[in-house]
């Protein structure tokens, strides 16, 4: 499975941006997927998940009721609505799975600079 993910940009902070992960290969639908991201000099973080399904979804503390992750399982795409953006936000972001044992090969990332 490929992933490409796009959707990235300079925002100021308070706004938004909805980020894509497109995947290529037939297991995407049924595998948990998460939205990670890496700031510099710190290690990547998962900050959203969503079950297969996407009926379950969950989210680091510092984004709960800021984000909100979808997946398309019939276009093999999964989102990341990111509203109320802060300096803190600002990170390569990232999609795969969200079992360590069965990451796909990591895409190139989407970078996102929040200003203040």
């Known amino acids: 499975v490929q992933l490409v993910e796009s959707g990235g940009g300079l925002v100021q902070a308070g706004g938004s941006l909805r980020l894509s992960c497109a995947a290529s290969?037939?297991?995407?639908?049924?595998?948990?997927m998460g939205w990670y991201r890496q700031a510099p000099g710190k290690q990547r973080e998962l900050v959203a998940a969503i079950t297969s399904s996407g009926g379950t979804t969950n989210y680091a503390d510092s984004v709960k009721g800021r984000f909100t992750i979808s997946r398309d399982n019939a276009k093999n795409t999964m989102y990341l609505q990111m509203n109320s953006l802060k300096p803190k936000d600002t990170a390569v972001y990232y999609c795969?799975?969200?079992?360590?044992?069965?990451?796909?090969?990591w895409g190139q990332g989407t970078q996102v600079t929040v200003s203040s």
């Open positions: 290969g037939s297991t995407f639908s049924i595998n948990a």
């Open positions: 795969n799975t969200v079992r360590s044992s069965s990451w796909y090969r």
